[in-house]
């Protein structure tokens, strides 16, 4: 295994079915603190939806007086009409508004909580670790947070309320239709047929065959849309990564590489969108037509009956009115075909996202783990320790190590023995492999990776131990940073800012060591943090932890080129190539099964 975490093994993905994307977004909004809030808004939102249903009941029933009273030039009748109509008509803007104002609030809390539930199952210690070595569902996690949960909860909630609106419409109007349509009789060469509910079958089968028609052409749009998104997030993902390493690219003359990969990415993007494009026109064909068509089919089908002198054209219009409606609700899937598919598309992504978040934990869950245990005597421990990975076993010399509190060990390797991988080991961060790591019980060892972590804040929060129990004074502070040659900042402990990109990579290092001295842990284990470091600053930084980390036991695992009196003991780490590698596991929902061959991959940043 090398080094560094380029060279990790992937593990592939497959999509999960409709019905484990359900169940898994179910699950996440059943945890959800605001459930009980989303669970009142949709209680309101059916009662005003109910509401607007029975106000378009009466103003259907209002057509036929209406239109009556055109067809007998009554003046007076039209008046009162008018008034009636005012009234239906303001209290169906009042629901119109109310309606608008539970759906806005509907997306602001499904949002809410999808994405504060997809946030705590991220950070669950390591998870997003092991989730970027899960192949691509850990590509790009930020996508799926931000802009992915966003999308999904808008597209949920609009197709949401339009599918229920509809279907309480449908349940309103489709017994008035069945009602008006059994006066039609149809008289033909002298004889006389009535089928009962006539119009509510024509509107059926109108409907039906739209639909049919809508999903057959519009059903490439679903993974058009998902090919897109993940598109859309590689293109981002390159622009930052462009944007990051400007000052590489410049001194080494890269911009032009760069720019092809940025233009080869947004080729994909819109080679995917022309692809939608496309279907978003051959659906048009077919959603337009209908439209059109829309306009005079309740005419042309309830008009045989009005010449024929059995409605009147009160009646007439009040049969297009409810034939209207009921088609619009049957016609709900055709209005909405690219909407579904584009929500299909998102609900996959969210969906699968979060089911690897769960399924994260159990990969490789058909290879032995390394046993974690602690030492009740204070000791750190290595029995048989031998750390899986995809290109052989990374173990240490000697079988059986046992470190003091208080010792200062050096653990050196070959270039691609494994170093960081061993590092990640003893963290936790990798328990693939076989043998016991015995920790010093009730200690918390402090490790120190190459490059830093720092949390957004004042340089004083970054400082301060991170559980807050311990708060340092700025005279120690200044006093630390002094030690490891970053007095300057002393004047910027109240200053927020993201230090990462302030500070030049060794100082973000001598920042780390200024934190670690403060905190004071027993036990630090330091990944290469060393190696970096010229003389000077080298003795500089051993002189402060003699001085602050008197009593800790550091292992630093690196290049051995250090002070041989500050490490006086040495370990050596070992590559067996010839091991049987560790085999990826398969992320897919609801299982986890081994592929049949290992598959390695480049990290994606």
Not at 37 to 50: E, K, N, Q
Not at 172 to 185: A, E, H, N, P, Q
Not at 459 to 476: I, P, Q
Request: net charge neutral; glycine share 8%.
């Amino acid at each position: 295994m090398a080094d560094h975490p380029d060279d990790m093994a992937r593990a592939s993905v497959e999509a999960s079915s409709l019905r484990d994307q359900l169940a898994t977004i179910r699950l996440a909004l059943a945890a959800s603190p605001v459930r009980k809030y989303l669970l009142w808004l949709s209680i309101g939102i059916v009662a005003v939806i109910v509401a607007t249903s029975i106000g378009q009941v009466l103003l259907n029933r209002w057509n036929q007086p209406f239109y009556d009273a055109l067809a007998r030039r009554d003046m007076q009748g039209f008046l009162d009409q008018l008034l009636v109509f005012a009234a239906i008509a303001g209290t169906l803007l009042v629901l119109n508004v109310g309606q608008t104002r539970l759906n806005q609030m509907i997306r602001l809390k499904l949002r809410e909580a999808l994405t504060l539930d997809l946030i705590g199952e991220w950070m669950r210690p390591a998870r997003a670790f092991r989730l970027t070595h899960a192949g691509a569902i850990g590509v790009n996690p930020d996508q799926r947070i931000q802009q992915d949960v966003g999308h999904l909860s808008d597209l949920s909630t609009d197709l949401g309320v339009g599918l229920l609106q509809s279907f309480i419409l449908l349940a309103s109007f489709i017994g008035v239709l069945w009602t008006l349509s059994s006066g039609f009789v149809f008289h033909i060469g002298g004889q006389s047929l009535a089928i009962p509910g006539y119009m509510v079958w024509a509107a059926i089968l109108y409907a039906g065959i739209a639909s049919w028609l809508s999903w057959l052409v519009g059903r490439p749009l679903i993974r058009f849309n998902s090919d897109r998104y993940s598109r859309e997030a590689e293109l981002r993902s390159s622009v930052v990564r462009v944007n990051e390493n400007v000052d590489a690219i410049a001194l080494a003359h890269g911009e032009a590489d760069a720019k092809r990969q940025l233009e080869l990415d947004l080729g994909t993007v819109l080679g995917t969108m022309r692809r939608i494009y496309t279907a978003q026109i051959n659906l048009s064909w077919v959603t337009d037509t209908y439209g059109w068509i829309t306009v005079v089919a309740p005419i042309l089908v309830a008009s045989p009956v009005y010449f024929a002198g059995d409605i009147s054209f009160g009646g007439l219009m009040m049969a297009v009115g409810a034939f209207n409606q009921v088609n619009a609700s049957l016609r709900w899937f055709i209005n909405n075909i690219g909407a579904i598919a584009d929500w299909r598309a998102t609900l996959m992504r969210v969906a699968d996202f979060r089911i690897a978040l769960g399924e994260t934990d159990a990969l490789h869950d058909t290879e032995k783990r390394i046993v974690f245990g602690e030492n009740p005597d204070g000791r750190l421990t290595f029995e048989k320790l031998e750390v899986a990975s995809p290109d052989g076993c990374t173990r240490l010399a000697e079988p059986h190590v046992e470190i003091s509190a208080g010792e200062r060990v050096m653990i050196t390797g070959d270039p691609r023995a494994g170093k960081t991988l061993f590092f990640r080991a003893i963290a936790g961060l990798w328990p693939w492999g076989s043998g016991r790591i015995g920790m010093p019980a009730k200690e918390v060892p402090a490790f120190v990776p190459r490059t830093p972590y720092f949390p957004l804040g004042t340089l004083r929060e970054v400082l301060n131990h991170m559980d807050g129990a311990t708060k340092v004074d700025d005279v120690e502070i200044s006093a630390v940073l002094a030690e490891v040659g970053l007095e300057r900042l002393s004047s910027s402990l109240d200053r927020s800012a993201r230090w990462e990109h302030e500070l030049s990579d060794d100082e973000q290092r001598l920042l780390a060591f200024a934190r670690l001295a403060l905190r004071r842990p027993k036990w630090v284990i330091i990944d290469e943090a060393l190696d970096t470091f010229d003389g000077a600053t080298l003795k500089r930084v051993l002189s402060m932890l003699e001085t602050r980390l008197a009593g800790a036991a550091i292992l630093n695992i690196g290049r051995g080129q250090h002070n041989n009196q500050f490490f006086p003991r040495s370990l050596t780490i070992v590559k067996d190539a010839g091991r049987p590698a560790l085999k990826p596991a398969r992320v897919r929902a609801g299982a986890i099964e081994p592929p049949p061959a290992v598959a390695v991959s480049r990290k994606k940043k």
